[in-house]
Antibody, heavy 121, light 108 residues
Framework: QVQLVQSGAELRKPGTSVKVSCKASGYTFTNYGISWVRQAPGQGLEWMGWISGYNDNTNYAQKVQDRVTMTTDTSTSTAYMELGSLRPDDTAVYYC??????????????WGQGTLVTVSS | EIVLTQSPGTLSLSPGERATLSCRASPSVSRNFLAWYQQKPGQAPRLLIYGASNRATGISDRFSGSGSGTDFTLTINRLEPADFGVYYCHQYGSSPVTFGGGTKVEIK
């Protein structure tokens, strides 16, 4: 079955960076893209950006574009999201979700199980 | 950026009742590229509806989506205990994609 499995919870100090992985299985990785969405405690969903599994094209949300880098490793069908210059308000559960490989955006399905990133001194 | 406003914020209903959730867009959603997700505590969101009215694979026909342009509705017939949670709408017709703030469906 189509599945996305994310790396485990992380604790980081302000000003440092974190890299979250998302391993895909059950489908051809290069036929799709991956979007990253985060959810602060008790809050709604916030789209962070998208990367194509086909050609590594990216589209980042303006709010984080100066601090985020999304990459893929097609040999392992894994997507990565690295967020730098972390602040306490980056504390959230970070989700990856399967998206379009390019062109029009798409609905997100399925989603990874989420990775809790806590930023605290 | 398209702003999605969901209402009501909380819906208190009993099992067996019908839930009607609203998602209003400003400006309008291109090509009815609107999806609905269900999220339960401690879990990732799950796709219910895409393209405004198409049920995702494995989703009960008690869930239906409708609407176009600026007004969209998710209807859940004959509520079951497993249906309680938070529901989000999501437009993917324009960049950046955006989400609504969510509607919580709770047991009355």
């Amino acid at each position: 079955q189509v599945q996305l499995v994310q790396s485990g919870a992380e604790l980081r100090k302000p000003g440092t960076s974190v890299k979250v992985s998302c391993k895909a299985s059950g489908y051809t990785f290069t036929n799709y893209g991956i979007s990253w969405v985060r959810q602060a405690p008790g809050q709604g969903l916030e789209w962070m950006g998208w990367i194509s599994g086909y050609n590594d094209n990216t589209n980042y949300a303006q709010k984080v574009q100066d601090r985020v880098t999304m990459t893929t490793d097609t040999s392992t069908s894994t997507a990565y999201m690295e967020l730098g210059s972390l602040r306490p308000d980056d504390t959230a559960v970070y989700y990856c979700a399967r998206d379009t490989r390019g062109g029009d955006s798409s609905w997100l399905d399925p989603w990874g199980q989420g990775t809790l990133v806590t930023v605290s001194s | 950026e398209i702003v999605l406003t969901q209402s009501p914020g909380t819906l208190s209903l009993s099992p067996g009742e019908r839930a009607t959730l609203s998602c209003r867009a400003s400006p309008s959603v291109s090509r009815n590229f609107l999806a609905w997700y269900q999220q339960k505590p401690g879990q990732a969101p799950r796709l219910l509806i895409y393209g405004a009215s198409n049920r995702a694979t494995g989703i009960s026909d008690r869930f239906s989506g409708s609407g176009s342009g600026t007004d969209f509705t998710l209807t859940i017939n004959r509520l079951e205990p497993a249906d309680f949670g938070v529901y989000y709408c999501h437009q993917y017709g324009s960049s950046p994609v955006t989400f609504g703030g969510g509607t919580k469906v709770e047991i009355k």
